[in-house]
């Protein structure tokens, strides 16, 4: 039996022992496992997964549903936390709420569990309101639709602002031979709110991992989200996530994905605007290596006048690593006085690593700022001898020299704390220790 045979099959079994008493719910459960049905995963005939195959990934027998729950330590992660700071903290061990590791709250704004927000009357209005708004309806998205159970529920009500940051985590057990994991967040601010957020998929073996997340963002009039992405998974591991955002009037919402680990991932992240004076931000780095895969597809869509994105993707891929990156920008007719910026830079290590790059921009408006470009290339072999006569072994030579193509994205990282810890990812990615102390 096939994966997709295996959910299908498991569909009943699940909702039996999930339903939320909410029919709003359990109506698009059944739709979306319909849709799923119909339209099953995505494969490379679907042009926006021309570079990314899911084939091996799939051929895995995993658990749909963890037999028991498990408890891992606080000092056994703690490293995988941001540390240093007061934070919000929805944790998850292998789909299940870790209690013991997580410091939720309702004072003012909600951060709690997804389970919470879909069963109790009180976030009725917002479930209704917000939930399954944006996503698509078909593959990915529609499976993990009819299969929502957990993840995290945030709101940032009125003119409210988190004094935190809110850490969402996930981790994966090696007590499954294999798991299937589909974590589902909603994330909803309110008019003049502000909020940040940091996400982190980690898993804690070797095993194979596949987790397909959803994450549903609202940004309401004058919001202001920083939304930051760490994956740095074990080779076993595999994420899709998808991500997508509604803006409204006046709000402002930057993504940063660092993509460090894992066998295959796949970030899909799509901004809609629908209001004047948006501004929409999208930066990443990606640092992989050995057989590694890494898909950046990104779209902002461009509806009204008076707007602006920016897309800034570094990649540094080494030994036999694949690297996507397929952005497209849409302005719409209506959406004159636009600004829209993508680049996307590469550096190849070696031969045998491969990028794939495909900026795109689509624009109906006659009066726009629109640019897009690439770059691939290997490191400077001047900047690399001018090091090396100064001292610097040719190890730490060549990390200074990549970590500085990079160093652009981490200088718009809001939280010092955050960019601590990036900054030591980095320094572990390229083995050396030499001015990242930081």
Same mark, same amino acid.
């Given at each position: ?15 039996n ?7 709003f ?21 679907n042009?926006?997964?021309?570079y ?5 990934i ?5 658990s749909?549903?963890?037999e028991s ?7 056994? $992660?703690q ?6 700071i007061?934070?919000y ?11 013991h590791?997580?410091q939720?709250? #309702?004072?003012?704004i ?7 927000a879909?069963t109790?009357?009180?976030?009725r ?10 996503a698509p309806?078909e593959?990915?998205t529609a499976?993990n ?5 957990e993840g995290?529920?945030? #709101?940032i ?12 985590i996930?981790?994966?057990t090696f ?8 974590p589902?967040?909603?994330?909803v ?11 982190r998929h980690?898993?804690?073996t ?9 994450t549903?963002?609202f940004?309401?009039k ?11 998974d074990?080779?076993? *591991?595999?994420?899709?996530?998808n991500t997508f ?5 006046e709000?402002n $919402? *930057?993504v940063h ?10 970030n899909?992240l799509n ?5 004047q004076r ?6 990443g780095?990606?640092?992989i ?6 898909? #950046?597809?990104?779209? $902002?869509h461009?509806?009204?006048?008076n707007?602006?994105?920016?897309q800034?993707y570094?990649?540094?891929?080494s ?10 920008v849409v302005?719409?007719k209506e959406?004159q ?15 045998k ?7 795109q921009?689509?624009i109906f ?5 629109c640019?897009?470009?690439c ?6 072999e001047n ?7 100064r001292?610097i072994?040719?190890k730490? *030579? ?6 500085a193509?990079?160093n652009?994205?981490l200088?718009s ?8 810890s $990036?900054n030591?990812?980095?320094a572990?990615?390229l083995?050396v220790?030499?001015g990242?102390?930081?």
């Open positions: 039996m096939d994966l997709k045979e295996k959910l299908l099959s498991s569909y009943i079994a699940f909702e022992q999930n339903s939320v008493g909410n029919s719910v359990n109506e698009l459960r059944v739709e979306a496992i319909k849709n799923f049905e119909a339209t099953g995963f995505p494969s490379k005939k042009e926006n997964w021309k990314t195959s899911l084939k091996k799939l051929n895995v027998d995993y749909l549903f963890p729950e498990h408890t891992i330590e606080y000092r056994d $992660v490293s995988y936390f941001l540390r240093d007061d934070t903290k929805i944790v998850f061990i292998d789909g299940k709420y870790a209690s590791l997580s939720t709250t #309702h004072e003012g909600d951060v709690c569990l997804m389970s919470s879909l109790q009357t009180k976030y209005a917002v479930i209704e309101n917000y939930f399954n708004k944006i309806k593959n990915l499976l639709t009819a299969f929502c159970s995290a529920y945030i #709101h009500k009125k003119n409210k602002v988190s004094k935190r940051p809110i850490q969402i996930h981790f994966s007590r499954e031979s294999a798991l299937l994991l589909q589902r967040n909603l994330i601010v309110d008019e003049n709110a502000h909020v940040q957020v940091i996400e980690q898993s804690l070797e095993n194979p991992t596949l987790t397909n997340s959803l549903e963002i940004a309401n004058r919001a202001n989200i920083d939304y930051y992405k760490i994956q740095n074990k080779s076993g *591991a595999s994420l899709i996530d955002i509604d803006q409204q009037q709000s $919402v *930057a994905t660092f993509s460090f680990g894992g066998k295959l991932t796949r899909n901004f809609h605007q629908n209001g948006i501004e929409s931000i999208l930066k780095i990606s640092i290596g050995q057989k590694q895969h890494i898909d #950046h597809n990104t779209l $902002v461009h509806m009204s006048p707007c602006e994105s920016h800034d570094k990649g540094i891929f030994d036999s690593a694949v690297g996507v990156f397929n952005g497209k302005v719409e959406a006085k636009t600004n829209a910026f993508q680049t996307n830079n590469n550096l190849l290590v070696n031969d690593a491969t990028i794939n790059t495909k900026p921009l689509e408006a006659d009066d726009v700022k640019s897009h470009g770059t691939i290339g290997q490191l400077d900047a690399m001898f001018y090091l090396q006569t001292g072994p040719q730490e *030579a060549k990390a200074l020299l990549m970590y193509f990079a652009n994205v200088e990282v809001k939280i010092p704390q955050l960019k601590k $990036v030591k990812i980095i572990e990615k083995g220790n030499i990242f102390d930081l």
